[in-house]
């Protein structure tokens, strides 16, 4: 008979004290042995080297820190990239939409305007937008005429923004009146959009000219919503 063994009647010896209790070694216990041992190993060679071994040893170390840091900040940069990959106010059409909104919207914000060129206000937020594009890039910014993107969209609605995430529309902004209408400020639209989380504060990049003032231009309102009938894809 093996004591080792995990049989019922070993069991029964251990319940009673005749046999020892089984130690059971788990995947920890070999890390945790595995870890000490290798320390133990390092411990016993560097009590080997002496200062000037010690010492070139050191500055080898220093110099993987570094370079592991290097490649950190590299795989960091690289992700920022990836995702800054907009910049631009673009011109969509209703055979796109699906594509480039309501897809695209799974692994990034979208924000849509609807606008006709004959309105002044519309014009001003392609301006703001524009703006918003270039220092918001992980962040795609787009505009359709309102009546292909809505079949009778009234003009009286625009402009009109659409906030799209994770698949589907999570925001929608009526008209200018809330900020003054033709007086609306890229800081307000920009604050607005933080507040849906369609931006990023911390990906913000300084329009040329620019003093570097982030002021939030917070605001307690919300966007009005509207049934805005039939919406393309």
């Known amino acids: 008979m093996n004591p080792d063994e995990d049989t019922e009647w070993n069991d029964i ?18 890390y945790d042995s595995a870890v000490a041992q290798a320390q133990e ?12 071994e010690l010492a070139e040893l050191e500055d080898e170390e220093d110099e993987q820190v ?28 209703e055979p796109d939409y699906k594509k480039e909104v309501t897809e695209a919207s799974k692994n990034a914000w979208i924000v ?57 529309m999570q925001s929608q ?16 639209i920009e604050s607005y959009l933080r507040d849906v989380g369609a931006v990023d504060p911390t990906m913000r990049r300084a329009l040329a000219g620019e003093d570097g003032d982030s002021d939030d231009g917070s605001d307690d309102g919300r966007a009005t919503y509207v049934d805005l009938g039939r919406r393309v894809g």
Do not use: W
């Open 112 to 168: 849509v305007h609807l606008f006709r060129d004959s309105i002044p206000e519309c014009k001003l937020m392609n301006r703001l937008l524009g703006e918003l594009a270039q220092q918001y890039r992980a962040t795609k910014f787009a505009k359709i005429i309102s009546v292909e993107c809505i079949h009778n969209y009234p003009d009286s609605n625009l402009p009109t923004l659409l906030v799209y995430g994770r698949g589907d």
């Open 66 to 93: 570094l370079e592991l840091y290097r490649r950190q900040r590299l795989a960091e940069m690289q992700a920022q990239a990836s995702k800054e990959k907009y910049g631009e106010l673009v011109h969509i059409s």
């Open 13 to 30: 010896l251990r319940k009673h004290g005749i046999l020892p209790q089984q130690v059971k070694v788990t995947q920890n216990d070999i």
């Open 173 to 188: 902004l009526v008209r200018l009146d809330r900020f003054g209408g033709m007086r609306t400020t890229r800081r307000d």
């Open 41 to 52: 190993e390092e411990s016993r060679r560097l009590e080997k080297l002496d200062l000037d």
